[in-house]
């Protein structure tokens, strides 16, 4: 069974930074694209940041410059380094990888998501 474990979050002041980590495990399929959402209280859950199996990134507005993601594929990890934190990067955050598998064709997993909580 295909399974993301996160870590990584926690509680940090304004300013500070964080690493997310995702780590998939128990598939056979291939890995494509891999991302980050975040999902505040009350509100939607944002695409933040994406990763192509060849390393192509892309990033919200809201964290362009602050927040970078990265890749490891030898450990089919995901990782969010995050800098510049403000009070409105609070959050749950989530991973999501897209598989896709020769016989049942592409699907995405989620991660059970991480807290992150910027403090003043």
């Known amino acids: 069974q295909v399974q993301l474990v996160e870590s990584g979050g926690g509680l940090v002041q304004a300013g500070g930074s964080l690493r997310l980590s995702c780590v998939a495990s128990?598939?056979?399929?291939?890995?494509?694209?891999m991302k980050w959402y975040r999902q505040a209280p009350g509100t939607q859950r944002d695409l933040l940041a994406s990763i192509t199996s060849g390393g192509v990134t892309n990033y919200a507005d809201s964290v362009k410059g602050r927040f970078t993601i990265s890749r490891d594929n030898a450990k089919s990890t995901v990782y969010l380094q995050m800098n510049s934190l403000k009070l409105e990067d609070t959050a749950v955050y989530y991973c999501?990888?897209?598989?896709?598998?020769?016989?049942?064709?592409?699907?995405?997993?989620w991660g059970q998501g991480t807290q992150v909580t910027v403090s003043s």
């Open positions: 999501h990888v897209d598989f896709e598998d020769v016989t049942y064709g592409g699907f995405g997993v």
């Open positions: 128990g598939y056979s399929a291939s890995i494509s694209a």
